[in-house]
C-alpha cells in the first residue's frame, strides 16, 4: 500500500468511515475530510482508540471556503490516494452554504472542486491515486441546462442524485484523459447497495425495509 498521505471524504459514517478505518489501520496518515466536524469528531477519536494511529487528521468540507482551506493548509503535503466518497440524496429541497442545491453541491461540486485544487499535490514524487463514487443510477442521469440551477419546484431526489452522479462519471472520465503521461491513475467506482442511511427514505415503508432489506445487502465494510 502507498504509504503517502491518504484524504477521503465524508469519513464519518458509512462506507467512509470503514473505509478510514481501514486505512488508519495500517499506520498511514489519514485527513477525514467532513461536512459536520462536530459530528465527526467522535468518529475520529474513536478510530485513533481502535487503530492506535495518532496520524488522523479532521477537517471541515462544508463550504468552497472550506474546502479552499483544507488544500491550503496542507503547505504543499504529497498526497497520494483521495477518497471522494462523500454523497447525499436529500429528501427535501435545500442548499449548501454557498447557495448550490444540496446533493449537486455536495455530490459534483465539491469533489470537483477538491480534485482540481488538489491536482498540484498529487503525483509529483511517486504514484498517486483518486477514487471517485459513481452509481448504477447514473443510467437515469442527465446533465442539462438545469443542472445546476435546480429549484424547489423542479427539485425530485430521484432526480438530483443520478444526475449528480452522471456527472462524477462523466468528470471521471474527462479527468483521466487530462493526468494521462502523469503518475495519477483516475478511476470511479459504484459500490452497489449498501447498508448505509442512504437508503432511508423518510417514508412510511422506512420499517418494512429495515428489517425485510438492509439485511439482505452489502455492510459498509463490504461496500468499501
Wanted: glycine residues 10%; aromatic residues 6%.
Amino acid at each position: 500500500m502507498n504509504k503517502g498521505l491518504f484524504i477521503i471524504t465524508g469519513a464519518n459514517g458509512g462506507m467512509g468511515m470503514a473505509i478510514t478505518r481501514a486505512i488508519a489501520g495500517t499506520g498511514v496518515p489519514v485527513i477525514m475530510a467532513c461536512r459536520n466536524v462536530e459530528r465527526a469528531a467522535g468518529v475520529r477519536d474513536e478510530i485513533v482508540r481502535e487503530t492506535g494511529n495518532g496520524r488522523v487528521e479532521l477537517h471541515d468540507l462544508a463550504s468552497v471556503a472550506s474546502i479552499r482551506s483544507l488544500v491550503d493548509g496542507l503547505n504543499g503535503r504529497e498526497v497520494s490516494v483521495l477518497v471522494n466518497n462523500a454523497g447525499i440524496m436529500c429528501r427535501d429541497f435545500t442548499t449548501t452554504v454557498d447557495g448550490l442545491e444540496m446533493t449537486v453541491g455536495v455530490n459534483y461540486v465539491g469533489t470537483w472542486l477538491l480534485t482540481n485544487w488538489l491536482l498540484p499535490n498529487m503525483g509529483r514524487t511517486g504514484k498517486a491515486r483518486i477514487i471517485n463514487t459513481s452509481s448504477v443510477t447514473c443510467k437515469m442521469g442527465e446533465v442539462g441546462d438545469r443542472f445546476f440551477k435546480l429549484d424547489p419546484e423542479h427539485y425530485r431526489r430521484f432526480k438530483a442524485y443520478p444526475n449528480s452522479k452522471l456527472a462524477i462519471l462523466m468528470f471521471t472520465t474527462e479527468l483521466a484523459r487530462r493526468v494521462q503521461g502523469r503518475a495519477i491513475t483516475v478511476n470511479a467506482v459504484d459500490p452497489g447497495v449498501v447498508n448505509t442511511g442512504m437508503i432511508t427514505m423518510h417514508r412510511w415503508f422506512d420499517p418494512i425495509t429495515d428489517l425485510l432489506f438492509r439485511p439482505l445487502i452489502k455492510s459498509p465494510e463490504k461496500g468499501a
